[in-house]
T-cell receptor, first 109, second 114 residues
Framework: RKEVEQDPGPFNVPEGATVAFNCTYS??????FFWYRQDCRKEPKLLMS???SGNEDGRFTAQLNRASQYISLLIRDSKLSDSATYLC??????????FGKGTRLSVIA | GAVVSQHPSWVICKSGTSVKIECRSL??????MFWYRQFPKQSLMLMAT?????????EQGVEKDKFLINHASLTLSTLTVTSAHPEDSSFYIC??????????FGPGTRLTVT
């Protein structure tokens, strides 16, 4: 089983739609969780950290379920500029980050 | 966030030659830097962990004699792809920070070996 699994997509959604991405991780000792965004031919950039209590940043909401080892990202009112690949990332202590393969999102006008 | 620069941003080289990629942390000291490789439509794959003043730690399957890493200062790590072959063509990205903190990535180097 892969350490971090994501649905690769692509998710093709119209502008204004709400879209949710899911991610599961295999290592129960994982301590830190992130969503990164990667545009084509660019480096990944941190979108948001994910906390057990859940957190929201504008149109983006991240949730963590430690019991199910499951992370989610919800994007409301999708914009064309949201089109990118979204990477689920976990970390176990002071070790390198582990990346999922990413979920591709295309927001269509 | 912290700034990481990478140079060159893209390079084309002939098979058999060596290419050096530089990664610099511009506004923080990086005792550890990470080198990743990303093939098209694939995720970032960690190649090695670069440690300032000591030997790098390579991931399984990554040839340390082919991918030479030097981390001589707290702000500079270099990756040299020796005797490059077409299958080494990829997007190479360095990153600093990490652990329980977010990681900052360089803009990446696109290597094409002909």
């Amino acid at each position: 089983r892969k350490e971090v699994e994501q649905d690769p997509g692509p998710f093709n959604v119209p502008e204004g739609a709400t879209v949710a991405f899911n991610c599961t991780y295999s290592n129960s000792a994982s301590q830190s969780f992130f969503w990164y965004r990667q545009d084509c031919r660019k480096e990944p950039k941190l979108l948001m950290s994910v906390y057990s209590s859940g957190n929201e940043d504008g149109r983006f909401t991240a949730q963590l379920n430690r019991a199910s080892q499951y992370i989610s990202l919800l994007i409301r009112d999708s914009k064309l500029s949201d089109s990118a690949t979204y990477l689920c990332v976990v970390n176990v202590g002071n070790t390198p980050l582990v990346f999922g393969k990413g979920t591709r999102l295309s927001v269509i006008a | 966030g912290a700034v990481v620069s990478q140079h060159p941003s893209w390079v084309i080289c002939k098979s058999g030659t060596s290419v050096k990629i530089e990664c610099r942390s511009l506004d923080f000291q990086a005792t550890t830097m990470f080198w990743y490789r990303q093939f098209p439509k694939q995720s970032l794959m960690l190649m090695a962990t670069s440690n300032e003043g000591s030997k790098a730690t390579y991931e399984q399957g990554v040839e340390k004699d082919k991918f030479l890493i030097n981390h001589a200062s707290l702000t500079l790590s270099t990756l040299t792809v020796t005797s490059a072959h077409p299958e080494d063509s990829s997007f190479y990205i360095c990153g600093g920070g990490g652990g329980t903190y977010e990681q900052y990535f360089g803009p990446g180097t696109r290597l094409t070996v002909t």
